[in-house]
């Protein structure tokens, strides 16, 4: 009779308990293929590497079952150069997110980090340019408090570009 009690609450508990669900990489083809598509996709316009950008850039964006993004929102952005490309790369990544069955909407936020490849032998007028970009950039930040809801933290996308000498 014991065993048989014993056996019960077993199962029942095993029943009642929810362990934490284990999600399949939101992007189709998992997370090294995301950093790859995000690596050719995000094309470094002329006007960054002129001003030598460099920083950071948090966005959240919303997919529907399809995979399609229906809204992107700029979380924080050192200067506003770094988000076009962004969000033009953002766009072609249509139809690649997986969200969680159970719902028709899911939120992501994603942080983006550009840089350059410093040249082996930086000159001044380099140096100069990298400084007086920021020194003058100016961030996009959030004034009011962000609630983040059921949204899911993607790895960083860092993104590297030659500058000419």
């Not at 988000?83 to 942080?111: G, M």
Request: charged share 20%; with cysteine; glycine share 2%.
């Amino acid at each position: 009779m014991k065993k048989i009690i014993l056996f019960a609450v077993a199962i029942l508990s095993s029943v009642c308990s929810m362990a934490q669900t284990e999600l399949a990489f939101p992007f189709q083809g998992g997370a090294p293929v995301m950093t790859r598509f995000f690596k050719d996709s995000l094309q470094v316009s002329p006007e960054i590497i002129k001003k030598k950008a460099t920083g950071t850039a948090v966005f959240k964006f919303t997919a529907d079952e399809k995979g399609t993004i229906k809204k992107i929102i700029i979380y924080y952005a050192d200067d506003y150069i770094l988000t076009q490309p962004i969000i033009d790369a953002l766009k072609k990544s249509n139809h690649k997110w997986v969200i969680p069955d159970h719902e028709k909407f899911h939120d992501f936020i994603i942080p983006f980090s550009i840089s350059f490849n410093p040249p082996a032998m930086a000159s001044n007028a380099t140096i100069k340019e990298a400084y007086k970009y920021y020194s003058q950039r100016k961030p996009i930040i959030s004034y009011n408090q962000v609630p983040l809801e059921y949204a899911t933290l993607l790895p960083t996308v860092v993104v590297s570009y030659d500058v000419p000498e």
